[in-house]
């Protein structure tokens, strides 16, 4: 499964790169942006959750440097049992990544389809062996609470975003990303749909 994920990153970066690869000679402009977004999140194809991100990025010419944030959180597990209790674990599994990101663009006077990749920080926390299940029974139901070993990681990755942007005005805009990570520890994939901020058009 690991292999395929890693496949899919690479078929997205390759695709998007030749559709952004040439951009128009004469625009010697300087673009320069904040974007800030929500999203959803799979890790390797299995653990489905919420994203957020934030990037600043810079775009001279068909060139996109991007120093980018983002953040991966599990969903909340549901129900449990005949009884459909509560689940709660602990600890919560999240990622964290920082990165540098360097890309190429192209755009025309409402719409910018880019593609970047690079290297990124990244640290989390994955839960080991089972400690503890506790049941809390209340008037309307249960809950159910497992707490779990705590298991910190850190370790770096390698980033592949695809982003369309739709430019609106010459200070805001919308963005839709398709965003991707590759790592040792915990690969992961998702979607954010953001809005801009900056020197757009």
């Given at each position: 499964m690991h292999k395929l994920f890693v496949l899919f990153l690479s078929i997205m970066l390759s695709g998007a790169c030749v559709l952004a690869w040439e951009t128009p000679k004469d625009d010697d402009r300087l673009y320069y942006w904040c974007m800030g977004g929500f999203g959803t999140t799979a890790q390797e194809w299995s653990k489905i959750g919420t994203a957020a991100g934030m990037e600043i990025g810079v775009q001279s010419h068909a060139h996109i440097f991007l120093f980018r944030w983002n953040q991966n959180n599990e969903a909340d597990p549901g129900t449990v049992?005949?009884?459909a209790y509560d689940l709660h674990r602990t600890p919560e599994e999240d990622i964290n990544e920082v990165g540098l990101l360097y890309g190429r663009g192209w755009r025309n006077d409402l719409f910018v389809l880019s593609a970047a990749a690079g290297v990124?920080?990244?640290?989390?926390?994955?839960?080991?062996?089972?400690?503890?299940?506790?049941?809390?029974?209340h008037y309307d139901g249960g809950t159910v609470i497992e707490k779990y070993e705590e298991r910190p990681?850190?370790?770096?990755?390698?980033?592949?975003?695809?982003?369309?942007?739709?430019?609106?005005?010459?200070?805001?805009?919308?963005?839709?990303?398709?965003?991707?990570?590759?790592n040792p520890e915990r690969s992961y994939m998702g979607a954010l749909l953001g809005i801009q901020f900056g020197h757009l058009r």
């Open positions: 049992g005949e009884e990124t920080y990244i640290s989390g926390m994955r839960r080991g062996d089972l400690i503890q299940q506790t049941t809390q029974v990681f850190e370790t770096v990755g390698l980033p592949v975003i695809v982003q369309i942007s739709f430019q609106a005005l010459e200070v805001f805009g919308f963005a839709v990303e398709l965003f991707g990570n590759a």
